[in-house]
């Protein structure tokens, strides 16, 4: 037996799910320009177009739980790039470049895609350096397998380094990545005079930045 779902509650889930995608969209800006911290749910409901202060909570409950969401708006396309990268170019590749490809290209193609302006390497590197939220976020990515595969295969391409300089290089790879295209992104949607401009040429630049500090020699202290 079917049920049929009426006119009414099809439009109350239509206008809802508008309603959604405003807050994620005013959110994200906001917050990419001037941190979590500094917007109030208030002023993510009025750049919504929402005369309900209270719609952020209704929507989404918590201001993590909204973090989280935009997050994992972005998460998913990046990760479904970073699966067909991996697929294409096979998960035995023995080449730490191959590896750092897998791990820039998905998000600079993903904001590449997004058009310009776009907020989201801004809003992720605020949410990296606020400790409210730093941990929350990153717990989320390694959920996330393809990221996880990619991660493993930089390892697997550096046997010999040891596991405190893994942990310290993988940090710095994370804030190098997210940063720089933070950086990128402002210059491209202010129209700042970059030496690259497009998302790609960034990419590359990115990559042997990446690969270069992955093969750093390791200088022990003391």
Not at 11 to 23: G, N, Q
Not at 27 to 40: D, I, P, W
Not at 106 to 133: I, K, S
Not at 183 to 198: K, Q, V
Request: charged share 20%; aromatic share 6%; with cysteine.
């Amino acid at each position: 037996m079917t049920t049929a779902t009426s006119p009414s509650r099809s439009s109350r889930t239509d206008r809802a799910s508008l309603t959604r995608e405003a807050i994620l969209v005013a959110a994200e800006r906001l917050f990419a320009e001037h941190g979590v911290f500094a917007v109030s749910n208030r002023q993510v409901s009025e750049a919504a177009g929402q005369g309900n202060n209270a719609a952020v909570g209704y929507h989404f409950g918590t201001k993590t739980d909204l973090v989280r969401a935009i997050e994992h708006k972005h998460a998913i396309p990046v990760e479904k790039l970073r699966e067909q990268r991996v697929a294409e170019m096979g998960s035995d590749s023995t080449e730490l470049r191959d590896w750092v490809e897998c791990l820039v290209l998905p998000l600079t193609d993903h904001l590449t895609a997004l058009g310009n302006p776009t907020w989201y390497a801004r809003f992720a590197a605020q949410v990296m350096a606020d400790p409210a939220y730093h941990k929350t976020v990153t717990r989320d990515a390694l959920a996330l397998p393809a990221l996880v595969k990619v991660l493993e295969g930089i390892n697997r391409c550096l046997p010999e380094l040891p596991g405190d300089v893994r942990v310290e290089r993988n940090i710095m790879g994370r804030n190098l990545l997210m940063h720089t295209c933070a950086e990128y992104e402002r210059a491209f949607a202010g129209g700042s005079s970059l030496p690259l401009t497009s998302w790609r040429a960034a990419a590359s630049g990115l990559i042997d930045a990446i690969v270069g500090l992955w093969r750093a020699p390791v200088t022990r202290q003391g």
